[in-house]
């Protein structure tokens, strides 16, 4: 997931009521955030697949550029949405060689 400072200076702002959240508390939500959303797929997978998936903790990675990862990994799934307060969803999809 690849989330936007504004979006989640707004998550801080509706859900704990800080209009001016410090680097920590940003970093903080986008681990809450990614958690949640992460978690909610990994039930809706699980349900289908029938097989446990096994998840890792979220990492913060400030120093890697979108169009580095899209460029790097050209099978991606790319999900964007509300423009500039916006989410992405990078899911690698597999590839099967006949």
Do not use: H, Y
Not at 31 to 51: P, Y
Not at 53 to 75: G, M, R, T, Y
Not at 78 to 92: A, P, R, V
């Amino acid at each position: 997931l690849v989330m936007s400072e504004p979006l989640l200076k707004e998550v801080c702002s509706v859900l704990l009521f800080e209009d001016d959240p410090d680097e920590n508390t940003i970093k903080d939500m986008a681990m809450e955030v990614a958690n949640q959303i992460i978690g909610n797929a990994k039930v809706l997978v699980e349900s289908v697949k029938q097989e446990e998936l096994l998840l890792s903790i979220p990492k913060i990675e400030e120093s890697i550029k979108l169009e580095d990862v899209i460029e790097a990994n050209q099978n991606l799934l790319l999900f964007k949405f509300n423009n500039d307060d916006s989410i992405w969803f990078l899911m690698s999809r597999e590839t099967k060689k006949e």
